[in-house]
């Protein structure tokens, strides 16, 4: 029977020791206690996580949460698996099964698997008038969001291998951020969307950069999103500029951290000039936010 220690949550950090029986490596040497950690500790709708699992270097990780594959890559410094995920915004409250399993040299399987608890977030609803086309775009729209929606499944569906990102993430532009993300947001008196990024109340042609390391994966204008760059930072996690006045980088292009993607503008569906800036990790929308706020240097 494998033994379970669990300590109460410190601030900002839930740790969840499980102690494993040792396996002997092919080597001979043994393979030490196992643990899964979750930052941030309290899970919300909409909220990054950062999965800590320690495990040896030799070891082959799976896992899965909520439907979607966790994809673990070593730190930096080589003392721990990391995998960088999230719940998307419309995540229902409840629990969740986390699930993670370690193969070990030798053949031997630890199920390292725990429940998780989502929390509600509390989001505010907003009223918006814009232009009428974009509450009821006519037939010609209608075929250029269409297209536009393929184009973007397009996209999405593939992505690196490997973390393109290093460190913490920083902010796309040098302007204040409202917190609109998961906003219920009304256009013209219609319940419409969900707010799925942050604003920031960027000028017009403000510098946009890229908040981290990456591949320029869509670089052009769209219908709602109007002149709009997403990033590919590997694994299934992209973010998403949109609205800029003008476009400073092209699809297929490498771009490193603090970047210029362009500058801000008020393309598309806006009220005025802003930068929509959004993130994505394998079809979740995750608070940017909060994916700011997180300490990632111990993992790249």
Known sequence: MIPLRLRLPLPGLLLISIALAAARAEDGTQ???????????????????????????????????????LQFFRSRAGRAWFALAGIDVEAAPGPSALRIEARLAGGVSRDMSRKIVIHAAHYRTGALTVAPKFVQPGPEEMKEIEAEAQLKAKVFAASAPEPEWMGD????????????????????????SIHKGMDFRAHMGTVVRAANSGTVVLARPLYYEGNCVIIDHG???????????????????????????????????????????AVRWQGAYLDPAKLLRLNLAQAR
């Open 31 to 69: 393979t030490g206690p196992q643990s899964v950690t979750l930052t941030p500790a309290i899970v919300v709708a909409g909220s990054p996580e950062l999965i800590r699992v320690e495990a040896p270097a030799t070891a082959q990780l799976e896992g899965e949460w909520l439907g979607r594959k």
């Open 169 to 192: 993430f920083r902010a796309p532009v040098a302007a204040a951020p409202t917190d609109s993300f998961g906003t219920r947001r009304m256009f013209n008196g219609k319940l419409a």
């Open 235 to 277: 694994l299934g996690l992209f973010t998403l500029s949109m609205h800029f006045s003008r476009i400073g980088v092209k699809e297929g292009q490498h771009v490193a951290a603090g970047q210029p993607l362009g500058l801000s503008g008020a393309t598309g569906r806006v009220t005025g000039p802003h930068l929509h800036w």
